[in-house]
């Protein structure tokens, strides 16, 4: 009838868990402001979101599809219980519940908070390079069917059948963001990654990852727009350059006069892959011949890691949240997370 045991007890001493949860306590103890600020002090008690900041990283961690999903996992799994911070016999949210705290982290801007905390131990720690740095964007599909975007005037193309999901020809129609928009996501863009790729609804997730151990120092979503990747890549350098020399990789993509002359001007040393597909490249011998140049091209694939992980893993291929505001919460949370399971894997080491 009794028993003394806790979820404590029942997590193996060397779980990685462990340490990823050391350095989750220390970020969310850099949050207690802005926590109390976000969590009202009326009505009935509601969740409690260190608890809750904790939940939403084991769903990525864990790779668990929904919500619905992760509050039945709490129920049982022990793991779960100890990570976020509930006993043994502790009742689990309702899922609604859980859904609507989630709006709390936009107010207080919790994302982008705790993926500072978190960077800010591995700066301590001294796992972060200031002079080499790579960039790269990806599509990331929004939560909206194609038959969701239609005409901004609202005239749909004329329906074969009735009912709730009907069969739409859209044979012959032209479509695009100029005259078109998703009715469910309207902030979604069609978007096309390359010639080979089938158009999708979706939004451009951005990172930039310092060269020394993978990590990522940046990160931005934004509108799925052909030229939204060298702008977030400017924008997203402009907070890490500095009166040190600096470099920074990227694909082919970014090959162009105007991305490559904008670098220079802010005394940053582009290692662009050069593209001399039907065209000149804008990176020249100056640039190709020292040495640094192939092992920045060398490095910067490790930026697909970051992305690999996110999708595979994190579970952000095809979002189940709308908005840019909600989709870009959590591509931030998802770099956090990435972050932190990076770091355990190298703090050990180093110190």
Request: overall charge neutral; hydrophobic content about 40%; proline content about 4%.
């Amino acid at each position: 009838m009794w028993t003394t045991v806790s979820t404590e007890d029942l997590v193996p001493d060397d779980h990685p868990l462990r340490t990823i949860r050391v350095m989750v306590n220390a970020a969310l103890e850099e949050l207690s402001s802005a926590f109390a600020r976000i969590y009202s002090p009326f009505g009935r008690p509601s969740i409690a979101p260190e608890k809750q900041l904790r939940a939403v990283l084991l769903q990525m961690l864990y790779t668990v599809r929904s919500e619905r999903l992760l509050m039945e996992q709490l129920q049982y799994n022990m793991l779960f219980r100890w990570f976020v911070g509930l006993s043994i016999d502790e009742p689990v949210w309702d899922v609604t519940v859980f859904t609507k705290n989630r709006e709390r982290f936009l107010d207080g801007e919790i994302a982008e908070r705790f993926f500072e905390a978190v960077l800010g131990q591995a700066r301590g720690a001294g796992l972060l390079s200031d002079e080499h740095f790579t960039v790269d964007g990806t599509l990331i599909e929004a939560w909206a069917s194609h038959k969701s975007f239609r005409p901004i005037d609202d005239q749909e193309p004329p329906s074969g059948d009735a009912g709730s999901n009907p069969t739409i020809d859209y044979k012959g129609t032209k479509r695009s963001n100029t005259t078109h928009r998703s009715y469910t996501d309207p902030d979604a863009r069609l978007y096309r990654k390359s010639a080979n790729t089938a158009a999708q609804l979706g939004y451009l997730g951005h990172a930039l990852m310092e060269n020394r151990n993978g990590l990522v120092v940046d990160g931005r979503l934004t509108l799925a727009t052909g030229t939204a990747e060298r702008e977030a890549a400017l924008d997203m350098i402009d907070g890490i350059a500095g009166s040190h020399h600096t470099t920074l990789g990227a694909d082919k993509g970014y090959d162009t006069a105007d991305f490559v002359a904008a670098l220079r001007a802010r005394g940053v040393t582009p290692h662009v892959a050069q593209n001399n597909t039907n065209r000149r490249s804008a990176i020249d011998d100056r640039t190709t011949r020292h040495e640094g140049y192939e092992v920045s091209q060398r490095k910067r694939k490790r930026v697909e890691e970051i992305f690999g992980w996110e999708k595979v893993i994190g579970g952000i291929r095809k979002v189940k949240v709308r908005g840019l505001a909600r989709v870009g919460a959590l591509f931030t949370f998802a770099l956090a997370a990435f972050n932190l399971v990076r770091m355990h894997n190298l703090i050990p080491v180093i110190t």
